[in-house]
T-cell receptor, first 110, second 113 residues
Framework: NAGVTQTPKFRVLKTGQSMTLLCAQDMNHEYMYWYRQDPGMGLRLIHYSVGEGTTAKGEVPDGYNVSRLKKQNFLLGLESAAPSQTSVYFC?????????FGSGTRLTVV | SQQGEEDPQALSIQEGENATMNCSYKTSINNLQWYRQNSGRGLVHLILIRSNEREKHSGRLRVTLDTSKKSSSLLITASRAADTASYFCATVDSGAGSYQLTFGKGTKLSVIP
């Protein structure tokens, strides 16, 4: 009954460092998404995937890369972190209806 | 850019009162969804209303959709302290094969015991 699991939950990076955020879903959903949420804002779409092996850019893709090698996993990578990427990151999956969200990763870039 | 605009940005009511939040959007939609986010937590899906529906109920929640005005409202009846959270509307555009959601900035609801 896990739903969508994000790891890690918290991370502090130095400017220029790289990291990968992992999202795993156990609902056999085709669609997966990465969003970021900044204070006082709704969620903004970074990248998404409509199936295994496919990815596409969302509203704010710059500075991020993604991969969907397995249907259940969607990885978000930051190659060279910048302070502007300090945010809370949410992964979600969908069956073309409602979404299921993970609990978020709070990332701070110093 | 963000699709929805929730109104008001913040709302404070007494327990037992009704809370109404409004959402306006810009494009032609397939469906509109409402989500709740407790402080520091992920989003929880509340209700989905399709473009050919005008009203939908789920427990103490009532959602209306007016596609001619490109607007929706969420009514929470008999509010409880546990309803304190931020509420977001989000839309799926017509013909969006990715079913991606576009979110508004949210309404922060405080229910005072």
């Amino acid at each position: 009954n896990a739903g969508v699991t994000q790891t890690p939950k918290f991370r502090v990076l130095k400017t220029g460092q790289s990291m990968t955020l992992l999202c795993a879903q156990d609902m056999n959903h085709e669609y997966m998404y990465w969003y970021r949420q900044d204070p006082g804002m709704g969620l903004r779409l970074i990248h998404y995937s409509v199936g295994e092996g496919t990815t596409a850019k969302g509203e704010v893709p710059d500075g991020y890369n993604v991969s969907r090698l397995k249907k259940q996993n969607f990885l978000l990578g930051l190659e060279s972190a910048a302070p502007s990427q300090t945010s809370v990151y949410f992964c979600a999956s969908s069956n073309q209806g409602s979404y299921t969200f993970g609990s978020g990763t709070r990332l701070t870039v110093v | 850019s963000q699709q929805g605009e929730e109104d008001p940005q913040a709302l404070s009511i007494q327990e037992g009162e009704n809370a109404t939040m409004n959402c306006s959007y810009k494009t032609s939609i397939n469906n509109l969804q409402w989500y709740r986010q407790n402080s520091g937590r992920g989003l929880v899906h509340l209700i989905l209303i399709r473009s050919n529906e005008r009203e939908k109920h789920s427990g103490r929640l009532r959602v209306t959709l007016d596609t001619s005005k490109k607007s929706s409202s969420l009514l929470i009846t008999a509010s409880r302290a546990a309803d304190t959270a931020s509420y977001f509307c989000a839309t799926v555009d017509s013909g969006a094969g990715s079913y991606q959601l576009t979110f508004g900035k949210g309404t922060k609801l405080s229910v005072i015991p």
